[in-house]
């Protein structure tokens, strides 16, 4: 999700969700450790609970960033061990480290040494080759001996060569039943599962074998997908009853981006999906879409919802 889930992201995800937790993009430990630390870290307190994603495979460089995240107050932080890019293989992290599990295990240790937040680790059930289950249960296995306790899987495995990222999220086939699987071999860890997963009714139907269900694309391009997340898998009340609501409370942001002179898309990007599917929604992308280039005040969302009630006076 590099580029997608960024804090403006997050913040409108919690306008529609207040209880589950939400995941930076993946950040490398050499960003953290010789970049611009503050602007990698800095989040709003209301996207709490959030997790930090980091990338990288050296233990020493995991400690210090996993040290960093849990200073700057994430409840959580994540080794991605699932990205299949090329330029991820090149820094000999994300995927490709399935192969090295004691590596992998070097790291967790590290990572729980340095901070009192929760460590996980996100991986694919195999790589190339390599998809059998005994390859992802000994690697499971391997980590978790180092301490972790959480394992978000994703559940296809990953071409390292052949296949785009993209062509990696959709062409390997889904193999629920090794999730599954997972958590029956391991019952005292926390499995969460991940990948195609598109409704609610789909969580549900996971959580009946698995502890937890992670989302990507689905929300990003469908966001009212979690207006209904608290009540159905939390039993709490949801926070927003309209996308109206939801699209208003970004005004005070919008406001605040426009007074340091952001442009407006920096935030109205992440909007263009609440309306999809309801009469007036390709009006609605099309306006932000258009003026959103540059620094705008709350008066643009406005706007845009305008375009909505003209088509569809109830949403």
Known sequence: MMDWTTSYCRQFHRQLTRHARLYTEMVTTGALLHGDAPRFLEYAASEQ?????LGGSEPDDLARAAEMGGRAGYVEINLNCGCPSDRVQEGRFGACLMREPERVAQGVAAMRGATDAVITVKHRVGVDDAEDYPFMRHFVETVAAAGCEVFIVHARKAWLQGLSPKENRE???LTYEHVYRLKQDF???TIVINGGIATLEECSAHLAHVDGVMLG??????P???????RRLFERPN???TRDQALLAMAPLMEAMARRGESANRLTRHLLGLYRGQSGGKA?????S???NRPQSSALLREALAQVQAQHPRV
């Open 49 to 53: 609970p959030l997790a930090l994603q």
């Open 171 to 173: 062409v390997p086939p």
């Open 187 to 189: 019952p005292s860890l």
């Open 217 to 222: 694309r689905a929300p990003y391009e469908r």
């Open 224 to 230: 009212w997908l979690l207006a209904d997340v608290d």
């Open 239 to 241: 926070p927003v009853a």
């Open 284 to 288: 609605f992308r099309r306006h932000l």
């Open 290 to 292: 258009e003026h959103g």
